[in-house]
């Protein structure tokens, strides 16, 4: 399936838009012609990849909670949406030690409200992103399969987990593929990701946001807390065109492709937080970092995810390599900060070297 061809004129929402991927799955959808409608909060980063691309005015914008169901059903009943990409969340795991009531409001109540608007509306399709914590971390050199034990240490990977398992109850409940065409007209399915980078994230505790703010723009040493943690480290592009063609089966009614689905690295590119440093730093040609260990908070230490299922199911495989996809982030970051070049079409230039390959 040719992604600008299905895209073309399609009406595509997309809750957290204003965020990281958010803003790259924006500029994806118009690229492709879509015409699309976000539903967020504002940015929480300054500077953010959604002001920097200018967004705002391109789309259908919506600053709004995803916690409010009445406004966000307000919003899906007039936009009438043809597919609804479901990225707004709390996503960082320190910061669900300190706020974790809101952490869970927003990613599980969030859920629900974004499949109960899509019940109430008949939307055709939907991809509720979740992430790879999602599954119960034992910590050994295991990639885990759809098919794994749910669980979560911390409240972030937890309230993930328990909106993976209000997606399987609405896929149950109201959209059983069984009874598809026949009681109802929607497909639903989750989508669990590893550790996305690349250009325009500037999120606080996350490796490489860290990293370019230390050695780009204050021009000092990075503190890091756990240098031989494994990631499955990946470019944001990888995961977002999963999403994407798990999207377009779904639409074309493929009923088989509901549930959930890991878009993860290839093994070799699940490395350690040092090796993906010492990789950033050899293209940066500077760069140093110190180890200071944190007690205070649990992280795991280890997580790999096997993405057998979404190969031989939906013909994705993942395109850059680990050191393509630190040389495509830390070019975009000194196009930003450095040259001050056109972000905007530097930005749509990766997006369209990579699709232009797949």
């Known amino acids: 399936m040719e992604i600008k061809e299905f895209f073309n004129n399609k009406k595509v929402l997309i809750t957290g838009h204003t965020g990281f991927k958010g803003a790259w799955l924006t500029q994806i959808m118009l690229n492709s012609g879509a015409r699309v409608c976000g539903y967020s909060l504002e940015p929480n980063t300054k500077p953010s990849l959604f002001e920097a691309l200018e967004l705002a005015g391109k789309i259908d914008?919506?600053?709004?909670?995803?916690?409010?169901?009445?406004?966000?059903?307000?919003?899906?009943?007039?936009?009438?949406?043809?597919?609804?990409?479901?990225?707004?969340?709390?996503?960082?795991?320190?910061?669900?030690?300190?706020?974790?009531?809101?952490?869970?409001?927003?990613?599980?109540?969030?859920?629900?409200?974004?499949?109960?608007?899509?019940?109430?509306?008949?939307?055709?399709?939907?991809?509720?992103?979740?992430?790879?914590?999602?599954?119960?971390n034992f910590e050994k050199d295991v990639a885990y399969k759809e098919d794994d034990q749910l669980g979560g240490y911390d409240p972030y990977s937890n309230s993930k987990a328990c909106a993976d398992l209000v997606v399987s109850s609405y896929i149950s409940s109201f959209f059983n593929p069984k009874d598809y065409k026949a009681k109802h007209n929607t497909l639903v399915a989750s989508a669990r990701a590893g550790n996305v980078i690349g250009g325009g994230d500037w999120a606080k505790d996350r490796l490489l946001p860290d990293a370019i703010k230390a050695f780009l723009v204050n021009k000092e040493d990075l503190v890091i807390r756990s240098p031989k943690a494994i990631r499955p480290w990946q470019h944001v592009l990888e995961p977002l065109y999963g999403y994407i063609l798990l999207a377009m089966h779904l639409y074309n009614g493929e009923s088989d492709k509901v549930g959930g689905?890991?878009?993860?690295?290839?093994?070799?590119?699940?490395?350690?937080?040092?090796?993906?440093?010492?990789?950033?730093?050899?293209?940066?040609?500077?760069?140093?970092?110190?180890?200071?260990?944190?007690?205070?908070?649990?992280?795991?230490?280890?997580?790999?995810?096997?993405?057998?299922?979404?190969?031989?199911?939906?013909?994705?495989?993942?395109?850059?390599?680990?050191?393509?996809?630190?040389?495509?982030t830390a070019e975009w970051y000194e196009v930003f900060h450095l040259i001050k070049g056109d972000i905007k079409k530097f930005t749509s230039n990766q997006i369209e070297s990579y699709f232009d390959n797949n």
């Open 61 to 136: 914008n919506h600053i709004a909670d995803i916690r409010d169901l009445e406004k966000l059903n307000e919003v899906v009943t007039k936009f009438k949406p043809d597919i609804i990409f479901h990225l707004a969340a709390q996503p960082i795991v320190r910061d669900s030690y300190d706020n974790p009531v809101y952490t869970y409001e927003t990613n599980v109540m969030g859920t629900v409200n974004v499949l109960e608007v899509m019940r109430l509306n008949k939307v055709p399709a939907g991809v509720m992103i979740t992430t790879d914590k999602v599954y119960k």
């Open 261 to 328: 689905w890991n878009f993860g690295p290839n093994d070799e590119d699940m490395q350690e937080v040092e090796k993906v440093l010492q990789m950033l730093t050899g293209h940066l040609k500077h760069g140093k970092y110190v180890v200071e260990e944190d007690k205070g908070k649990h992280e795991a230490k280890l997580l790999k995810l096997d993405n057998t299922k979404s190969r031989t199911e939906l013909n994705w495989i993942p395109k850059y390599d680990l050191s393509k996809t630190i040389k495509e």
